[in-house]
């Protein structure tokens, strides 16, 4: 057993923090929080993380960790105008840069304190990746079907018969596996009924992310976006992710289901236009809402201390009336992130997954409130990251950094020559 303690832990209602106690892990979950001053009766393996509060690791529920490598790419430009440009240069995109591209993701998100992440790209150099980095992070990949792309028709289908060797093989490598239907208009009806008659439960997809979708979706598949779910049985999996949701507000009582979660992206959806996603009143009518950084290429950073800042105050300037506050944001991408992903951590008590952070006091400016610390931090002040008990981050060194410092030169030869 292992004991970790900090000047403060965050408490289980994300809006005060305790002092003098110490959290008590084993194998690869929290055994107790008891007083710092009685650890020792449990275990001499201390862990003293100084003057820092500890957080309970956040869950990003929606990625695109290898878009590394299309960072800041066409800036001005709108969802579609902007995937035209990234298709183009997807279709250059070899394994290996891939790779690199997945190890400079990761190294980004774990500084900010993410311990479990959705992938929605290439599968393999991302499994790779997790591999070689040590598998800092919990792991699912999502593989995407889009059968209305013409590049990927076929492939899509073939995908079909071959989920349970992807599962097999993911399994194998200690990544779990998100069936992941792009979205409603690049899927044909076939497509996702097809999906829906698969006996596996972890679904995402893109939903209603811009202001046109919708009527695309109706003429695509002759029927609304909520019908096209239920009818093809998506909607009653055991889990099911809409990304962005930007457009879903009218929907909140049809989504607002104990195994639907939505995955909130607020700097990508404002970065290309696409709008505000309504999470405050999502959550307040009981939606379960979760946050994802998105890929880099759209939101520039998946540093997701960055992201739950932009989704307090976007929200609070968008709904004008309807309160989302630091504790509530946090709760969206720690324990509602754990819970969209299906695992049991996201908080810091007895039975949870032993994953958090800490935030380093001595670097973080005064603050009169918890809020004050919330807002200003980032991963700069990110300063121990645990996942499952162990060190993937420590006194403010990731234990991938060599490899970190590796694939980012080899991705910034490549990126010079893609401008």
């Not at 304190?113 to 800092?136: K, N, Q, R």
């Not at 009518?285 to 800042?309: E, F, H, K, P, Y």
Request: hydrophobic residues 45%.
């Amino acid at each position: 057993m292992k004991a970790f303690y900090a000047r403060a832990i965050l408490s289980s209602d994300f809006s005060t923090a305790l002092s003098d106690r110490a959290v008590l892990v084993e194998g690869d979950k929290i055994k107790g929080v008891v007083k710092k001053e009685n650890a020792k009766e449990y275990t001499n393996e201390l862990y003293d993380l100084g003057n820092s509060l500890m957080i309970p690791g956040f869950a990003n529920t929606h990625s695109h960790v290898a878009m590394s490598v299309l960072r800041g790419i066409r800036d001005g430009a709108r969802l579609r105008e902007w995937l035209n440009k990234v298709w183009e240069i997807e279709a250059r995109l070899r394994q290996e840069v891939l790779f690199y591209a997945n190890i400079v993701g990761l190294y980004e998100m774990v500084s900010s304190g993410v311990t479990a992440v959705l992938d929605f790209y290439d599968v393999w150099p991302f499994v790779e990746a997790l591999s070689v980095t040590g598998m800092p992070v919990r792991a699912f990949a999502g593989l995407a079907f889009m059968d209305k792309v013409e590049y990927m028709k076929e492939e899509s289908w073939r995908r079909v018969k071959l989920i349970k060797d992807y599962e097999k093989k993911l399994s194998e490598s200690g990544v779990g596996l998100f069936l992941s239907p792009h979205s409603l208009y690049s899927n044909t009806l076939d497509m996702l009924m097809e999906l829906g008659r698969i006996d596996y439960g972890m679904f995402q997809m893109h939903f209603l992310e811009t202001e046109d979708e919708e009527a695309e979706i109706i003429k695509n598949l002759g029927m609304g976006p909520v019908d096209a779910l239920r009818l093809s049985g998506l909607m009653d999996k055991q889990r099911l992710i809409l990304a962005h949701a930007v457009y879903a507000g009218r929907y909140i009582n049809d989504i607002k289901r104990e195994n639907v979660f939505v995955s909130s992206c607020p700097i990508s959806n404002a970065r290309l236009y696409s709008g505000i996603a309504p999470v405050s009143e999502m959550a307040l009518n009981g939606v379960n809402v979760s946050v994802g950084t998105d890929g880099a290429g759209s939101s520039d950073t998946l540093d997701m201390l960055d992201q739950i800042r932009a989704l307090i105050y976007l929200n609070r300037g968008f709904a004008k009336r309807l309160r989302l506050d630091a504790s509530e944001a946090l709760f969206m991408a720690s324990r509602n992130g754990y819970r969209a992903l299906n695992l049991n951590g996201g908080e810091i008590k007895e039975g949870a997954l032993a994953d958090f952070f800490t935030v380093d006091l001595d670097l973080a400016m005064p603050y009169l409130e918890l809020p004050g610390l919330v807002y200003q931090a980032n991963r700069f002040l990110v300063k121990d990251v645990v996942v499952g008990g162990r060190f993937i981050k420590m006194d403010h060194k990731i234990s991938f950094v060599d490899q970190f410092i590796k694939s980012k030169e080899r991705l910034m030869d490549f990126m010079g020559g893609i401008a």
